[in-house]
């Protein structure tokens, strides 16, 4: 008995003595650092996680004015800022880099949330895009591709121009399988559309099908005319060349005023431009357009979409490729109606 009541009374010093040491060990032992923050996703806004449309500032340094397609895009711009809330700073740099490199600069001097920047020409964006960064300036570029290394830019949001050549030149592949000589009134010369259709468009190419000659229109209607008529006089359409691959619809448009001036009648050429425009659709209707391969101008939804992930630090996709598709006069009629641009 006596055994036990003394075990007890030890075992129960035990006790508190760990208890009491246990105690004072934890209360000397330094205290744990804490986690470190993650860091902010670049472009990530102090307002982020709860950004919103309001809190946003996008530069738009529009290339141009200079076909139907741009117009589309702009307004598809400035439609969403005004349905969004955001606030656009918009300028038109008509077809000049140089425009267009100040604006942009313009817009990290005043600190915008995001720049969206379409370029005119795929080089020679290298120092402005290094800026923006520099800055903390998110870069998305938009339309038309850049050659610059794509850790100075978040993102790219539009067509694949290499594909679209490539359906153009199937058209002709269909329509020539014994082989024909054509022309290629192509757009503004080291821009990402003309190199990226060029490109993709001779790869495709039957090797029967040779491009005699190819010039460029600037990506206009007005330029466009006076390189036809040029072409007009050192080639006779239909012996010396079957086929015209145009750029876009606007050249197109120039061109037909052209063949028309020239006596050629719908139908005399296999022409295939680019884009999809109602101008576009409506030389399918008129039989001088074959086919027309779609590019859509239609960004800005997506582009807003995006820009506001990244103020809210979320994660972007790198490259996002707008879903297009050839139309063709069969169907012309019955959609132009529908066409938004
Ligand atoms: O970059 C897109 C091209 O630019 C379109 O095909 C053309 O119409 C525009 O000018």
């Keep these: 008995m006596f055994l036990k009541k003394n075990t007890f009374k030890f075992l129960l010093l035990t006790v508190i003595l760990s208890v009491v040491l246990s105690a004072c060990g934890t209360a000397a032992a330094p205290a744990a650092p804490a986690a470190p923050a993650a860091p902010a996703a670049f472009g990530q806004a102090s307002c982020a996680p709860n950004c919103t449309y309001k809190d946003m500032v996008m530069c738009y340094p529009q290339l141009g004015a200079e076909s139907d397609w741009r117009t589309a895009n702009t307004a598809s711009f400035k439609d969403q800022a005004a349905k969004d809330g955001f606030q656009l700073v918009f300028s038109d740099a008509q077809q000049k880099q ?81 082989g024909a000589k054509i022309l290629e009134l192509s757009g503004t010369t080291g821009s990402g559309a003309a190199v990226g259709r060029a490109e993709g468009f001779r790869a495709k190419l039957n090797k029967n099908i040779e491009i005699i000659d190819s010039q460029t229109g600037n990506f206009t209607r007005a330029e ?28 197109g448009l120039g061109a037909i005023e052209a063949l028309k001036a020239a006596g050629v009648k719908p139908g005399d050429l296999f022409i295939v431009s680019v884009d999809g425009t109602r101008g576009g659709f409506q030389a399918m209707i008129d039989g001088w357009f074959q086919a027309d391969v779609e590019c859509n101008p239609l960004l800005g939804p997506q582009v807003a979409e995006m820009a506001l992930k990244l103020m809210n630090g979320q994660p972007i996709d790198k490259n996002v490729l707008t879903n297009e598709t050839v139309y063709y006069p069969d169907k012309a009629a019955e959609l132009l109606p529908s066409r938004k641009y």
């Excluded at 005119?120 to 339309?143: F, H, M, Q, R, S």
């Excluded at 239909?238 to 086929?243: K, R, S, V, Y």
Aim: aromatic share 8%; net charge negative.
């Design 224 to 251: 466009a005319v006076p390189v036809m008529q040029a072409f007009l006089q050192k080639y006779k359409p239909g012996t010396d060349f079957q086929g015209i691959f145009i750029h876009n619809d606007d050249m």
């Design 98 to 178: 140089e425009n267009q490199i100040s604006a942009v600069r313009a817009c990290i001097q005043q600190g915008v949330s995001v720049i969206a920047l379409p370029p005119v020409v795929e080089d020679g964006w290298d120092a402005v895009l290094t800026e923006a960064k520099n800055a903390g300036i998110p870069v998305i570029i938009v339309d038309r591709s850049v050659s610059a290394d794509p850790s100075l830019y978040v993102s790219h949001i539009g067509s694949d121009m290499k594909l679209e050549g490539e359906r153009a030149a199937e058209e002709f592949n269909k329509k020539f399988p014994n």
